[in-house]
């Protein structure tokens, strides 16, 4: 067990980044959208979504998505590390 520890934090820290990243996109959705809006105006890209309510309930579905998924593998693997 000790010596896939140092694996399972590495794992565990990366996972709770993302579950960051999906509860930061299910609060604030708008925010994350302009924060992609300005990367893509530094490539000389104009992003502008066509219905602003669609956009940002499909960013809270793929927030929500995003932490559940995350969610569901901290468990599965690490039952496979700790069972």
């Not at 990367?39 to 502008?48: D, G, Q, R």
């Amino acid at each position: 067990m000790i010596r896939f520890l140092p694996g399972f934090l590495v794992f565990l820290l990366l996972s709770l980044i993302c579950e960051f990243i999906g509860f930061y996109l299910m609060l604030k959705p708008e925010a994350s959208i302009e924060l992609q809006r300005r990367f893509y105006a530094k490539i000389n890209w104009k992003l502008e979504p066509i219905s602003m309510t669609k956009e940002v309930r499909n960013t809270r579905i793929i927030g929500f998505l995003t932490s559940l998924f995350v969610a569901i593998l901290i468990y599965v693997l690490g039952c496979k590390w700790f069972c």
